[in-house]
């Protein structure tokens, strides 16, 4: 399967794509809303609520947006390398949930319900505490990738 067709294939069954899928994928995040899937060779994250999905949309434009600067990434156009849309995603969820919960945990079970929680707690996303989110963003560190195995013909 190439690329574009994988594409519009995930496109048609994953009509609801959960917009923190690397950080589930990750297996740093999880949400109660989310539901996995293969697809050939990789795997997906659709979410079970439009509603919610928009509301995480919201919040995940603003974590990229705010984390701009605190990436040197200074044009809205940049296209964000891999590895910096996982510290934006798995560095603000925990980032959030450390403001939350006021506990320092590797893991964040439910990313819907730390949402939900966070809008009660600071009155809406617009009082979320940013600047610590920010931190927490650039203090995430990325796991290294892992070496691939020597071949035979390598050694």
Not at 53 to 59: A, F, G, H
Not at 65 to 73: I, S, V
Not at 110 to 135: C, T, W
Request: include cysteine; glycine fraction near 4%; charge should be positive.
């Amino acid at each position: 399967m190439d690329e574009h067709q994988y594409k519009s294939t995930y496109q048609s069954i994953n009509p609801h794509r959960c917009v923190f899928e690397k950080a589930i994928n990750s297996r740093i995040c999880s949400c109660s809303r989310s539901h996995r899937f293969n697809l050939a060779d990789r795997e997906g994250v659709a979410c079970s609520s439009p509603p919610r999905l928009e509301r995480c949309n919201r919040l995940l434009v603003e974590l990229r947006t705010k984390a701009r600067f605190a990436l040197k990434r200074m044009q809205v156009s940049q296209t964000l390398a891999h590895t910096e849309e996982i510290k934006i995603q798995n560095g603000g969820m925990l980032g959030l949930q450390q403001q939350v919960d006021q506990e320092d945990l590797r893991t964040v079970n439910d990313i819907d319900s730390l949402v939900h929680r966070a809008e009660k707690q600071f009155d809406g996303m617009n009082g979320f505490p940013y600047s610590q989110l920010m931190q927490a963003i650039i203090a995430y560190q990325v796991r290294p990738r892992r070496q691939k195995s020597r071949t035979r013909k390598d050694r």
